[in-house]
């Protein structure tokens, strides 16, 4: 998996919700298994089936957020370049086709929160913004159709 970017409160609610599933989460997972399994005949349990569901899911959730924290890497916010986009920078854009203004921070994916102002680095807008400077103009392509913006500020 590719090295991803956090802040560290990020990583920490990453660890967090990996202590959740592998203290808490996995023995309710076994416990709905041995619950199921008391119930009889194996072939006919959809009940057994479900939870053996489940229990893979949870699995595969864990393994996923073992590698991504793994991989991640601190961005250390006080070394920021902020002539251009990067990540963790809050970036200004004006919308050149109806002049609204919008303040957004970059953020990696699992990070991302449109409610607080985070949009990730893989959305469109984000991905268009990476490495723009104060002054240039970007088009992005989102679903009302292509939009252009301009970068104003970029601060942290």
Do not use: C, W
């Amino acid at each position: 998996m590719a090295i991803g970017y956090y802040t560290e409160e990020g990583l920490q609610r990453l660890k967090d919700e990996l202590h959740q599933l592998r203290t808490v989460e996995r023995k309710v997972a076994t416990q709905a298994i041995v619950d199921a399994r008391d119930k009889g005949d194996l072939s006919e349990n959809a009940e057994y089936d479900a939870a053996r569901e489940a229990q893979a899911l949870l699995e595969l959730r864990i393994a996923k957020l073992e590698d991504i924290i793994a991989n991640a890497r601190i961005v250390d916010e006080t070394k920021l370049d902020l002539s251009k986009a990067s990540i963790l920078t809050t970036v200004k854009i004006k919308n050149l086709n109806n002049g609204a203004s919008m303040k957004y921070t970059l953020v990696a994916e699992n990070e991302a929160d449109l409610k607080s102002g985070k949009i990730s680095v893989d959305s469109p807008i984000g991905k268009a913004l990476l490495g723009k400077k104060v002054g240039e103009k970007v088009d992005v392509q989102v679903p009302a159709g292509k939009v252009t913006f301009e970068v104003s500020e970029i601060s942290i």
